[in-house]
């Protein structure tokens, strides 16, 4: 399975599925094929858990080389490398470097010590569980970790400048030799490993040419493997969960949404909005972000903003309860935790709040900005009056008690009712309104409250 470019979101779907295809057909091995720079921290850590689920395949990790490879398996690439049972390195290759960075107006910085430290627990984690020293494993996180070798008895250890004294006093007690060695890795840089450097450290099993000596040292034939490679749908996810991409359909999504409730009937912006949050939320969950939770938040922030709309006047708590629902399932659908534990999670958490911030502020301007140019737009002309009401077109404002003589009248509606309009009432237009339903335009009606100059009327 490659590992190969960037560490993102399409990796993750496309490994989640390649790795269950494995497990259903009982692989002994999974090779994983490293060749990558880094990526993204939390696709990284998805992808670490899920070489964690592999078992009782064995998982190994491949460093390759070739003429069109970097040869590294550098920051993310060493987080997923670690979580491998066994790892083999090409000549010339190397692994490390594995420090957080965030990303800033001036490109990449260092990450906070909150996010480093997380960091550094996860991959020490890793190390711990498959048997590769810990040490070297925090000091490719850790820029202040100085590593170097000591030697007990003529036997080389690999320990950082804190474990140095402690192992002297052991082994002085003990009767054994004890003699400092070189610096690995000196405080203020990453430890960046070569291949050789891996194999000496009992980091990597072995140094290996190509991927015909991987499969003798692993006792398989040649022609008992299966090669795995993404598809178009796995490059597509990556698309459609892209921070651009992602706030580009919730734009178009909710500015359609907003159409459709306050339009009667259902038409082509309902349709619209239903295939972008489909997109969004289906793409999410073949990262495995997606649960009941997020889906039932949304349909309660939509069932509020159509209450507001139509039911309650004015604007108020349910419509701003119904756009918080809407931005919490959204953020929720982009995540896996639901509060955020580590510094990594807040830093993700606060960038997909971002992300579905703009794209919610955005519908909302553009909606304003649609709804102020409703008289010149077409699209939009049944959403106001368009016409003047004068007396010469035998509009009136009356007192309560001259229209109180409609009550009960019936006339028929002379534009849609959506729910306000206009209505004529024997040789009389009167500007009236439903008690929320739309009523189709020529539909007969009936007047049955008056009440502060407002003629409320229903459908025959």
Sequence with gaps: MPVHGEIDRSLVVFLRRSIQKAKDQNARYIVFDIDTFGGRVDSALQIATLIGSAEPSATVAYVTAGPESTGVSWSAGALISLACSSIYMAPGTSMGAAAPVTMGPEGALPASEKVVSAVRAQIAALAEKNGYPVSIARAMVDQDIELREIFIDGEMQVASA??????????????????????????????????????????????????????????????????????????????????????????????????????????????????????????????????????????????????????????????????????????LSMQEFVIPSFEWQKELFRRNLLVVGVGVVSSLVVFGILAFAVPQLSLFSRLTLAESQTTESGYTVQSREEVSRYLGKKGVAITTLRPSGKAEFGEEVLNVETEGEFVEQGSEVEVIEVSANRIIVRKC
């Design 162 to 331: 804190d474990e140095i004294g402690d192992i002297e006093r052991e082994a002085k007690k003990n009767g054994k030799s004890y003699e400092l060695g070189r610096i690995i890795s000196p405080s203020g840089k990453l430890l960046t490993l070569t291949a050789m450097e891996m194999e000496r450290y009992d980091v990597s099993s072995a140094t290996i040419s190509n991927r015909r000596e991987l499969l003798r040292l692993l006792e398989l034939r040649e022609n008992a493997y299966e090669l795995l490679d993404e598809s178009p749908a796995d490059r597509a996810v990556g698309v459609a969960t892209s921070a651009g991409f992602t706030a580009l359909l919730i734009i178009i999504g909710l500015v359609a949404l907003f159409i459709e409730i306050t339009t009667p009937g259902f038409g082509v912006p309902g349709t619209i909005a239903i295939v972008c949050f489909a997109v969004v939320f289906s793409s999410y969950a073949l990262l495995g972000t997606v649960g009941s939770l997020e889906l039932i938040l949304f349909v309660l922030g939509i069932v509020l903003l159509i209450l507001e709309i139509f039911v309650i006047p004015g604007f108020g708590v349910a419509g701003i309860s119904g756009i918080l629902l809407i931005v919490a399932s959204l953020v």
